[in-house]
């Protein structure tokens, strides 16, 4: 009798591997370098001491944000992908398609935030298009680095229920819902005076682009 041999194949996670100690190197860093801030940072969900502290437009480039950015596209990425394996649209080891997505999303906020800058401008509404970007960054920030240890979890174990990215789903849905109401709260003078700008704002870049990421990952994952 004739044993036949099936060659055995290995995914590659030594690329992932690297980035997530990357990504937890540069979150210990960025918490060793501001301690205070990254401090109340962490107690975003459960207190708004964090926003009225750091509500300066000065606080979008700084150190602390631009290092938080870099973590929050790794994290983003890696649930986007892990995402798509549970559901069976692609391979979560594809570094391929892990580095389409993360080129995607870097333009795709950035790109966002430049149009904002220009729309804030044309409308006359730029400080509060300032202030309004660095509230959801904040947040969009903080969802990131909540995400970021579940998605080591799920890329390392198999057989992962679907309701768990459904869940973390919903569960960003309500902390994005929850920041803008923040953000309306705050702003709320600005926003009656200049309501129909607001309006087609929330519109324009608020939902349109977000409809948009969705259709560009449907589209990939055929």
Same mark, same amino acid.
């Given at each position: 009798m004739i044993e036949q041999f099936h060659p055995r194949i290995i995914e590659n996670k030594d690329w992932a591997t690297l980035l997530f100690v990357l990504a937890f190197a540069v979150v210990a860093i960025t918490k060793s370098a501001y301690e205070n801030r990254f401090s109340e940072f962490t107690k975003l969900i459960f207190s708004d001491k964090y926003v009225k502290i750091y509500r300066d437009v000065s606080h979008l480039k700084s150190s602390f944000t631009v290092a938080l950015f870099f973590v929050q596209i790794i994290s983003y990425a890696f649930f986007i992908q892990l995402t798509m394996h #549970?559901?069976?649209?692609?391979?979560?080891?594809?570094?391929?398609l892990f580095t389409q997505?993360?080129?995607? #999303?870097?333009?795709?906020?950035?790109?966002?935030? #430049?149009?904002?800058?220009?729309?804030g401008t044309s409308f006359n509404i730029n400080e509060f298009v300032d202030l309004f970007n660095l509230q959801k960054a904040t947040y969009r920030t903080y969802i990131g680095l909540l995400i970021l240890p579940v998605n080591a979890i799920l890329f390392y174990h198999d057989d992962i229920p679907k309701i768990i990215p459904l869940a973390i789903?919903?569960?960003?849905?309500?902390?994005?819902?929850?920041?803008?109401?923040?953000?309306?709260?705050?702003?709320?003078?600005?926003?009656?005076?200049? #309501?129909?700008y607001f309006i087609l704002y929330l519109c324009a870049l608020e939902i349109a682009p977000y409809y948009f990421l969705y259709y560009w990952i449907t589209k990939v994952a055929q």
């Open positions: #549970l559901f069976g649209y692609a391979a979560k080891t594809d570094w391929m997505i993360v080129t995607f #999303l870097t333009y795709f906020i950035l790109a966002k935030y #430049l149009i904002e800058k220009i729309v789903i919903g569960v960003s849905a309500c902390i994005s819902m929850f920041s803008y109401f923040i953000s309306i709260k705050t702003y709320q003078n600005t926003i009656i005076n200049k #309501l129909f």
